[in-house]
């Protein structure tokens, strides 16, 4: 401007043209990067219906869901999207909750069951009280979640932003001294020396520095939102970098939680079915989670009519099923009733050896057969483990399990490190031992008494389907409820680090 209006002098309107391209292309780039990671909050908060049908006064009327409050009546029909949290109170349905889950198969709910909005109403009619509204629902805590991550600063973009500000400062004072020089010590004009002292300015101004690593983190964790995976805070992203052992709770987080019937030993002269059809007659009118399991697993065959059901506690049931009385149980059932185990008395002591729960079916007298149940490991876990060990990772399972049941688990899942027989209050004192022996640990868990491991651990790994106490004390939240999204998680936050 000067050299055009008032002297002569060099003009660099295509340098100048030049720089105001890249500083604006830099802008843009950033706006852009801003724009694509908090799409994943976006498409959250679309979720949401925007209209909700709520009982008041004993009329239905629509209101917006920002006004459904505390204690609502809400009227949902098929195909409806649940408008907030609530437990449901009258009739019943299947909801679609891969939104939040990831599990493709609908949910069973009935009066009692607690509901999470923005998930889809499939079939029946049902009604629910409002328990969580506005921010308080489990998606606007999700929202909550990445936005909170997205604002964090890292512990590398707090050292980039330090020396950001000493750059700043050298840039300044060289840029002085570079005038000083030329200007009044070698006698240079004044256009020329303010030339250079600009051009010290533009090339030492650490400005990338600055924007870098909080862009990173942003794509970083809008990325990991979107594919299911939560950084409540940016230190998470760099501290799961460096993560060299990964601890895995064992139960419901690389099992299922749910015992199973994993294998039918039938008696000389009986086939499967006939023991499991037996055995589920008798459990099919109660709720105890191996019954559950016997039930299931015969979901498909025809069970006969039963009578005179007697719960036997600590022991198991008893029936008469076509007419003859039915004992299904545990060992001391089968003795009490003098019932012969025959050649399966060793085999059943060696289903227990390997942690499994035996229950034995007989009839009349005569031992039907046994039925082996076990809590089943989830269908990633070996592979996650498997993945983990090809980025150098170590896999510990923490476990309350005796050591021959662990040990099981552990040798078909490939773990490294066994820690059987642990007590819930101790969970954080085996994280510690671990980091004492210079390791960074990585703790995946999901209930309550998971909380303090989660804590005490370098990175805490929240299954989404855990406990609340879990949620809130780990440090990323795989919403899948997958554990192979650990993998994701390490992978995600070694490229976020490398940019």
């Given amino acids: 401007v000067g050299a055009t209006f008032f002297f002569e002098g060099q003009q660099f309107y295509e340098a100048a043209s030049v720089l105001l391209v890249f500083i604006l292309l830099g802008h843009w780039l950033e706006m852009r990067a801003r724009a694509g990671a908090s799409a994943a909050i976006r498409a959250l908060l679309d979720l949401a219906p925007p209209k909700a049908t709520v009982s008041r006064d004993g009329k239905e009327v629509e209101v917006a869901t920002a006004d459904v409050v505390l204690g609502d009546i ?198 499967p079915d006939e023991v499991l059809q037996v055995a589920a007659a008798v459990d099919q009118g109660s709720d105890h989670p191996l019954a559950v399991a016997i039930v299931e697993r015969a979901k498909d065959l025809k069970l006969p009519k039963v009578s005179g059901f007697l719960n036997i506690e600590g022991k198991g049931a008893s029936a008469a099923v076509g007419g003859s009385p039915v004992f299904l149980g545990n060992r001391r059932l089968m003795d009490e009733q003098k019932i012969d185990l025959l050649r399966l008395g060793e085999r059943a002591e060696t289903l227990k050896g390997e942690g499994r729960t035996v229950i034995h079916v007989a009839r009349s007298g005569k031992l039907l057969g046994l039925i082996a149940i076990a809590d089943t490991p989830r269908p990633t876990a070996i592979a996650t483990i498997a993945k983990l060990h090809e980025q150098g990772v170590r896999v510990a399972m923490l476990t309350g399990d005796n050591a021959g049941t662990a040990k099981r688990i552990a040798d078909m899942l490939g773990i490294d490190i066994v820690l059987a027989e642990v007590l819930p209050g101790q969970k954080a004192d085996k994280i510690k031992e671990l980091q004492g022996q210079g390791q960074k640990v990585g703790m995946v868990g999901d209930g309550v008494n998971d909380a303090p491991a989660l804590t005490q651990a370098d990175v805490g790994f929240a299954i989404g389907a855990g406990t609340d106490v879990a949620i809130e004390s780990a440090d990323i939240v795989l919403m899948k409820s997958d554990p192979y999204d650990v993998v994701g998680a390490m992978t995600l936050s070694r490229a976020t680090l490398r940019k």
Wanted: with cysteine; aromatic share 6%.
């Fill in 74 to 271: 809400v009227v949902l029909r098929p195909g409806n999207k649940l408008p907030v949290d609530g437990e449901v109170i009258e009739g019943g349905s299947t909801i679609d909750e891969s939104m939040l889950t990831g599990e493709s198969m609908p949910v069973t709910k009935k009066v009692g069951d607690k509901v999470i909005g923005a998930t889809i109403n499939k079939s029946g009619t049902l009604r629910y009280r409002s328990t969580k509204v506005g921010a308080d629902t489990a998606l606007a805590q999700i929202v909550k979640l990445v936005q909170e991550a997205q604002n964090s600063k890292a512990p590398a973009q707090l050292l980039a932003d330090r020396a950001s500000q000493w750059l700043v400062l050298a840039a300044i004072v060289i840029g002085l001294a570079t005038f000083a020089v030329w200007f009044w010590w070698l006698g240079q004009p004044l256009l020329f020396a303010m030339t250079l002292t600009i051009t010290v300015f533009v090339i030492a101004c650490p400005d990338a520095l600055g924007l870098a690593t909080p862009m990173a983190v942003m794509v970083g964790t809008g990325l990991g939102a979107a594919n299911g995976i939560l950084f409540k805070n940016a230190a998470a992203l760099e501290e799961a970098t460096k993560l060299n052992v990964i601890v895995f709770d064992k139960t419901g987080t690389l099992t299922m939680g749910q015992p199973k019937v994993v294998e039918i030993v039938p008696a000389a002269g009986v086939s």
